[in-house]
């Protein structure tokens, strides 16, 4: 594998840990969050958790134009690779984009604002995780293609 696409899949590699490392803040239950002792209760901070995803988002977009700017060809392997990679990063980008939308509303949520419900919540969910399982299965690909060299 060329320098330049080990680099980018590095780089997309290193924002989907950073994209982990958000949700397991975010979904992991934790007796910090439920119990509201002072002290001990440690709410989560959907407001950063908005600007982290917003800079996951820019990020993933200028590796996206890195790989546009290669042009990649489909008939090498590396080419191959990058074109399946932009697509992932592509479906990474809607599913990091439509968390930071769920983060912003409970945000909202949590500074009074009532119009976000918990059965919008359960619906918008459902797209999230229907978002997330169309990139990781792209990733699924990428990840057969490496290994497969």
Wanted: glycine residues 4%; charged residues 30%.
């Amino acid at each position: 594998m060329e320098t330049e696409t080990l680099s980018i899949a590095q780089c997309t590699h290193k924002l989907l840990q950073e994209y982990m490392e958000i949700q397991e803040d975010l979904f992991k239950p934790s007796l910090r969050k439920v119990i509201p002792i002072p002290g001990i209760f440690c709410p989560v901070d959907y407001k950063e958790t908005c600007g982290r995803l917003g800079d996951i988002c820019r990020q993933l977009a200028e590796v996206r134009e890195k790989i546009r700017e290669l042009r990649p060809d489909n008939k090498t392997i590396d080419g191959q690779f990058l074109i399946l990679q932009r697509a992932y990063i592509s479906g990474m980008m809607e599913a990091v984009f439509f968390l930071k939308e769920i983060s912003q509303r409970l945000y909202e949520r949590s500074c009074g604002a009532k119009e976000y419900s918990r059965v919008q919540y359960k619906e918008d969910m459902e797209i999230f995780k229907e978002k997330e399982i169309s990139f990781l299965k792209i990733g699924l690909k990428l990840n057969n293609m490496i290994h497969n060299r």
